[in-house]
């Protein structure tokens, strides 16, 4: 690679792991290695550093320790609210009510269930900004509906949903609620109870723990069938011998993400917000995704006309620059981002789009240096391009 | 994902462009993932004397454009139907999802030409000529 | 903790990661961070690193690269080899084979497929060693049958079994195959031709990788609906984000332990016989469990008269041995161990077992170590137990 | 997972053995785990003059009859029959999955108590001895 720094503009897919998170998971691969199920010493002492982390966690989201649950990944914090719920709750009803603007760990799973196990999925819309309506929610609910599944903030365009007013309706009607708050988690406070919420959905790589660690909030009495069968681990609920230096990494991460947040996340918004109006002001016709103050504090999106994401991508990591277009995720998933379609920007106006996701390490300057190279780049591509930027934008 | 070829083509891209009354022209879409290409063409004899095209796609789609641009150029109408996608792709060393981003300049060159001997009848190759270049290469 | 070093004997629980691991793991936390989904260099250089890994362990193994799926642990790979074999196939029919002596991550799989799910589960006998025979596998098959698993090595007794008969069987019925190879991972040869495997289970952790890191085999053509869906990772068939630096770490792990398993396996053997032989020799009533050579080559395990098994492991934790009494997972259940009943080991001698699993640490002094302070503790707490030995025995 | 006490008490459990003609007796099994404990009391008057037990069972269960022993040693047969399995889960800080095992030492207690009354009905304290003794605590 080239010697000089990665402007890393791309902390919604993933972001490096903290100095002092690795400082405090490393002594847990080499000299506290026991397994926590073991009676002895070295087993305790595991033990005890995964219930320390359980609590810390439990504390900054305001729940009881016996609620957290440790997972690998956020996909399968996703996956096992989803197909958790449904198993336990399928006697009693078959339908589930989403939105189409969520991570693939949620979709693809409600897919599968409609499509393999008889389940029926409602997809509430979203408005241009992606926001969700909770009327929309609450006219969606039928008898037999047995989970309500929301994201607190969109992966691909950063906006925040209204999830303490669909939490209201869900607990008015009984009706379990899961938010993934994959994308919030520190960057955005999380209350359970304040949200109204039953199942949240954290992934330990989106604020600076390593990547195959998650964790799923469950509240008591939440009707749930383990998907992960085994030994007694997490209460009997995800079986597994237990990811303890990533357990107390991630408990470590959040702390550290808490405990910054009130100066991390005005910071961020400046950024961000010098970000947004210098790309729209030096872009004809790029347009920003998601809504413009009810967003993640470091996220910024957009569309270009006449040129395609992937494009963009290739030009600015020549550059040095790390951003993504959409979900990295869905990368593997090639045609227009089903997000961006659900909020009305279709056909190839959603190829063309670009997400820049500030985070800890970037600075005034990485902002003004990627407005100073990512113009070009666009008019560059725009040159290549068949497709009229003026007539891509109506 | 990509070969360091794929790269350099897109960041370099030779014969982007358009030619003013082209004599085969063809605009055609990937039905994959809504890549889009131009081709321009002009035509002097039996041969393809100059090639401009326009590319909305990623970096692939913009790199093959480029190489089947470049290997077009000033090859007999002909020689330049024998190119194939797969030829493309592998000069390139194209990841499987991107196989179709070949497909795509294929596709369109093949369109541009189908447009100039829709003008120039003459010009279409009978099937025993285009044999006779199959057992020739 | 104690300063005096601990013993660790307890091999076949966990085992602490090699630094050489920890090293290869390293730079993925902090400088090579990225998500291997994404399009630019960091992104691709994850990537890289995670496709090493995988043909690095499938060469280990005798298999191609795209049969490697990496998993969060051994319990999920015997989770999704169970459910997703059993969800694909589960129009073809709902018979399963296997064992009374499988791990939990097996066996609580195949009870929550009977109780939730409709299937029919048959346990194929083990004999006093805990073997089991491939003929009563044989005659177990019915054309239900959509799935046989049977482990390559038992975790409480150490038994290995006839992994390559039994899949051969399996064969040539043309029913998927899987074996959990948790515990034979780094430690017997495998190779899935040569054992007509169609899915095998591994797990980091039991071969000096992390904890919270496996891998399944799966053969091509073999059918499995993925049971964690999102994104397209790991071939569509696993979705979340890739634990980089544990895959790295896993293989890095996997190719240490075969490429000194020549030298290490008979090494074992040697201490392990010394400490059965010790064992038997000076403490009366004490018997064997598993069979006595085809066993895992560090596994030393017992059960004696008249004493509980986790008395003997605090007893030894404070002579500064770790040791274990059945499965480590299996500790927050109580009551005799199910694979001890399975061998005709009942009641009460079941509950006065010890596992004593040998690994790369251990050396000659510690086996003699041993051998000097467990007969005491026996004795000791024989003194407190109203169980008379001799009867405990018959 | 468990308190230094456990450990103390399991390493050093008072009263471990066995009392010859004792004059209660009692062995009892925990249906959860497969435990055993014998208890052996020696009664002199309405005063346990001293017990002695063997328990067959993990830390906790040791511990728990070490413990409850201790406790018992001396007391009135009123005053030990008052001792609860809640009591010594408490002393020792027993974590949930274990709280059976100080069940197994109190039932045994119980159970050496009944098998010394059956012998001598007139030691049985009256409800109302109990009601007061109750009060008194
Ligand atoms: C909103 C959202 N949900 C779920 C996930 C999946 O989490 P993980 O990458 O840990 O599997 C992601 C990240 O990719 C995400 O952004
Ligand atoms: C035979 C066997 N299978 C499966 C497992 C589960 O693996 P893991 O601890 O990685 O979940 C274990 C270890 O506990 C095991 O010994």
Sequence with gaps: MSTRRVIYMDHSATTPVDPRVVEAMLPYFTERYGNPSSVYRLGAEARAAIEAARQTIAELIGARPKEILFTSCGTESDNLALRGVAWASRHKGRHIITTPIEHHAVTHTCEQLEREFGFRI???????DG?????DVARAITDETILISVMYANNEVGTIEPIAEIG??????????????????GQLPIDVDALHVDLLSLSGHKFYAPKGVGALYVREGTPLLPTQTGGGQEFHRRAGTE???YIVGMAKALELAYASLDEEAPRLQRLR?????????????????????QRLPGHASFVFGGVDGEAILMYLDRANVAASTGSACASSESGPSPVLEAMGITGRQALGSLRLSLGRENTEEDVEYVLRVLPPIIEKLREFSPICPDAALR | MYKEIVIEHFMNPRNVGVIENPDGYAQVESSVCGDMMEIYLRIEGDRIADIKFRTFGCAAAIASSS???EW????TIAEAAQITDEQIAEELGLPEPKLHCSVLAISALHAA????FKRHPEARPSIADAAAQGNDA
Excluded: C
Aim: without cysteine; charged residues 30%; hydrophobic residues 35%.
């Design chain 1, 122 to 128: 409602t997809y509430v819309p979203v408005d241009r």
């Design chain 1, 131 to 135: 926001l969700v309506d909770p009327e």
């Design chain 1, 168 to 185: 209201q309706i869900a607990r008015e009607r009984g009706i379990p609620f899961h938010t993934d708050a994959v994308q919030a988690g």
């Design chain 1, 243 to 245: 990811n303890v230096p």
């Design chain 1, 273 to 293: 917000d010098r970000l947004i109006e210098g790309v729209l002001e030096r872009i004809p016709g790029a347009r920003l995704t998601g809504h413009r103050t």
């Design chain 2, 67 to 69: 190489l089947a641009s």
């Design chain 2, 72 to 75: 077009i150029k000033g090859k």
């Design chain 2, 113 to 116: 030409l189908e447009d100039y």
